[in-house]
């Protein structure tokens, strides 16, 4: 059982730079896919970022590809997402996930998830 806490959002103008943290609980962390996904108001929940175990492989939506960094630290069983230039567009409850398979962006491809943290970018 993984347990996953997220933290770091909030209101930002335009342009701005948030860091999304997510902390999780259980000794297997360093063994999990991690992932970031979105939702916003009238929508389905979308991927966004993830990232493999190691840390060696990432994946990115294409829309926020060059703004955008997933990371991890498996010493402190967190995952990272560091979001720069953010867009009106980006708005949205952000959610991590993990997985016990492979990469994946599907979130059917997840086993855990956080209980969100509300990113609002202001125009």
């Known amino acids: 059982q993984v347990q996953l806490v997220e933290s770091g959002g909030g209101l930002v103008q335009a342009g701005g730079s948030l860091r999304l943290s997510c902390a999780a609980s259980g000794r297997t962390f360093s063994s999990y896919t991690l992932g970031w996904f979105r939702q916003a108001p009238g929508k389905e929940r979308e991927f966004v970022a993830t990232i493999s175990w190691s840390g060696g492989s990432t994946y990115y939506k294409d829309s926020v590809k060059g703004r955008f960094t997933i990371s991890r630290d498996n010493a402190k069983n967190t995952v990272y997402l560091q979001m720069n230039s953010l867009k009106p567009e980006d708005t949205a409850v952000y959610y991590c996930?993990?997985?016990?398979?492979?990469?994946?962006?599907?979130?059917?491809?997840?086993?855990?998830w956080g209980q969100g943290t509300q990113v609002t970018v202001s125009s």
């Open positions: 996930a993990a997985s016990r398979g492979l990469i994946t962006m599907s979130t059917i491809g997840y086993d855990y």
